[in-house]
């Protein structure tokens, strides 16, 4: 398996940015597919965004396309959530995983890292 470690979280106003990084160790980081997935309180964990492993297929909610981004750097072990134009709905824990296909269901995720708080104040 893979180990994530996330990082980047933080206390930001709303419309503000903040960029999240996952780093991976362990197995061959190349070979997964990478999820983000964010847990507000009192929610369940959702689906915010996932990459295939070559980069070249990502997915979004609805609620972040056009504001989020998601990319990755193989050559860094690394996948990062760039987050713009951010509203006080997005504060969650946020949450990277590793998949063997890209894929919304986080049943599909074997792997995932321990979460980064992200706070966006009105």
């Known amino acids: 398996q893979v180990q994530l470690a996330e990082s980047g979280g933080g206390l930001v106003q709303a419309g503000g940015s903040l960029r999240l990084s996952c780093a991976a160790s362990g197995r061959t980081f190349s070979n997964y597919a990478m999820g983000w997935f964010r847990q507000a309180p009192g929610k369940e964990r959702e689906f915010v965004a996932g990459i295939s492993w070559t980069g070249g297929t990502t997915y979004y909610a609805d609620s972040v396309k056009g504001r989020f981004t998601i990319s990755r750097d193989n050559a860094k072990n690394t996948v990062y959530l760039q987050m713009n134009s951010l509203k006080p709905e997005d504060t969650a824990v946020y949450y990277c995983?590793?998949?063997?296909?890209?894929?919304?269901?986080?049943?599909?995720?074997?792997?995932w890292g321990q979460g980064t708080q992200v706070t966006v104040s009105s």
């Open positions: 995983a590793a998949a063997m296909k890209i894929t919304r269901s986080s049943s599909e995720y074997a792997c």
